[in-house]
């Protein structure tokens, strides 16, 4: 069974910072793109940041890159999302998501739980 279990989320100030976890099993995590998606609260979800497998080329959303960092541990089959400079509007639940491709952008073949990250003073 295909499991997705995000962790990291929590309360932080505008500026501050946080990094969540996305722990994989039930699947060979090395050969599969990896995303971070989120949901705000009354919105749809939006595709955040993407890393490939094998080399590991990365993308981001215009209203995250330069403020957020994606990595893969594949060896620990994990994936992390260092979020940097925090603003309100980055509130939302954050999920973990597998799919074939980096260019991948919704239908993904999976994803976890969530873990809930809000930026409030």
């Known amino acids: 069974e295909v499991q997705l279990v995000e962790s990291g989320g929590g309360l932080v100030r505008p500026g501050g910072s946080l990094r969540l976890s996305c722990v994989a099993s039930?699947?060979?995590?090395?050969?599969?793109?990896l995303h971070w998606v989120r949901q705000a609260p009354g919105k749809g979800l939006e595709w955040v940041s993407g890393?490939?497998?094998?080399?590991?080329?990365?993308d981001y959303a215009d209203s995250v890159k330069g403020r957020f960092t994606i990595s893969r541990d594949n060896a620990k089959s994990t994936l992390y999302l260092q979020l940097n400079s925090l603003k309100p509007e980055d509130t939302a639940v954050y999920y973990c998501?597998?799919?074939?491709?980096?260019?991948?952008?919704?239908?993904?073949?999976?994803r976890g739980q969530g873990t809930q990250v809000t930026v409030s003073s």
């Open positions: 039930g699947f060979t995590f090395s050969i599969f793109a």
């Open positions: 998501a597998r799919s074939n491709y980096l260019s991948t952008r919704k239908d993904f073949l999976n």
């Open positions: 890393i490939s497998s094998g080399v590991g080329n990365t």
